[in-house]
């Protein structure tokens, strides 16, 4: 089946640094790839969505570019902050479910 | 309102009893998950539901049971709990079985002592 691979975390970063989280996948096929992300204490959220190659998805200072040559899907925000941190999910439409990476614990400090 | 809600957030119980956490959303969606989440983090898709009907059934074990007496409710009963059941419980929504944008639950943290 489809799977997604995400760079292990947690990644710590100071308050401004630039983030990168890594995502590749296992497809057959392009399917619509998502990135979520989970706030301490709440059930996931969708932050931004690409459904072709090429595509990029943004929302909140987030992007991500779907790449089929490289089949990755990476989350980079220029500047983080406090407020980011979290646990950021990537994940892939395969038929009627998503199917997520393992996730990713951002930790962003002051 | 709290779109997506389940109970309850906490659940600590013995190996060998039987428990049932519940799930109510108010959007008027059509379709209902049961995601599992492990310790690591890893979450993975257990049931979903489509106006009542079951329309994905992972491989889970027999022991745990999706009841979804109404669109708007979909309750997971697990009977038998085991150690290996200890993980935090989703459960979300999507407008319709295509739908990817996903409305998640806050969680229920399940222990198995």
């Known amino acids: 089946g489809n799977s997604v691979t995400q760079m292990e975390g947690p990644v710590t970063l100071s308050e401004e640094a630039f983030l990168t989280i890594n995502c590749t996948y296992t497809?057959?096929?392009?399917?619509?790839l998502f990135w979520y992300v989970q706030y301490p204490g709440e059930g996931l959220q969708l932050l931004l969505k690409a459904t072709k190659a090429d595509d990029k998805g943004s929302n909140k200072g987030f992007e991500a570019t779907y790449r089929k040559e490289t089949t990755s899907f990476h989350l980079e925000k220029g500047s983080v902050q406090v407020s980011d941190s979290a646990v950021y999910f990537c994940a892939l439409r395969e038929g009627n479910k998503l199917v997520f990476g393992a996730g990713t614990i951002l930790r962003v400090k002051s | 309102d709290t779109a997506v809600s389940q109970t309850p957030k906490y659940l600590v119980t013995q190996m060998g009893n039987d428990k049932s956490i519940k799930c109510e959303q108010n959007l008027g969606h059509d379709t209902m998950y049961w995601y599992k989440q492990d310790s690591k983090k890893f979450l993975k898709i257990m049931f979903s539901y489509n106006n009542k009907e079951l329309i994905i059934n992972e491989t889970v074990p027999n022991r745990f049971s999706p009841k979804s007496p109404d669109k708007a409710h979909l309750n997971l009963h697990i009977n038998s709990l085991e150690l290996g059941d200890s993980a935090v419980y989703f459960c979300?929504?999507?407008?319709?079985?295509?739908?990817?944008?996903?409305?998640f639950g806050s969680g229920t943290q399940l222990s198995v002592l």
């Open positions: 979300a929504s999507s407008q319709d079985a295509r739908n990817e944008k996903l409305f």
């Open positions: 497809a057959t096929g392009y399917p619509s």
